[in-house]
């Protein structure tokens, strides 16, 4: 069982910066892919962005060249940098994590972006 936690959200202006964390109780090698993931008020969740173990990554279309997502296997860590911040942005983002028995999530950092 692998528990995840987010944390780094919060209130920024358009055009700011964030950075989220995702830490992992045990370690993060087997998760793959991991990601992260957003939902907002009457929306669906939808993927961000995510990560293979071999470093890999792929983005939604609105948030390419914005958003960065990195790993540390060694720290079991999975992190989003989040560049010119939006107010469709705002959001409860969510790390995920995938492996043999199945899919984890964290409990979700709130993100919201003022105009």
């Known amino acids: 069982q692998v528990q995840l936690v987010e944390s780094g959200g919060g209130l920024v202006q358009a055009g700011g910066s964030l950075r989220l964390s995702c830490a992992a109780s045990?370690?993060?090698?087997?998760?793959?892919?991991m990601g992260w993931y957003r939902q907002a008020p009457g929306k669906q969740r939808e993927s961000v962005a995510v990560?293979?173990?071999?470093?890999?990554?792929n983005y939604a279309d609105s948030v390419e060249g914005r958003f960065t997502i990195s790993r540390d296997n060694a720290k079991n860590t999975v992190s989003l940098q989040m560049n010119s911040l939006k107010p469709e942005d705002t959001a409860v983002y969510y790390c995920?994590?995938?492996?043999?028995?199945?899919?984890?999530w964290g409990q979700g950092t709130q993100v919201t972006v003022s105009s």
């Open positions: 990560i293979t173990t071999s470093g890999r990554t």
């Open positions: 045990g370690s993060i090698s087997s998760l793959n892919p």
């Open positions: 995920n994590g995938v492996n043999y028995y199945g899919a984890y």
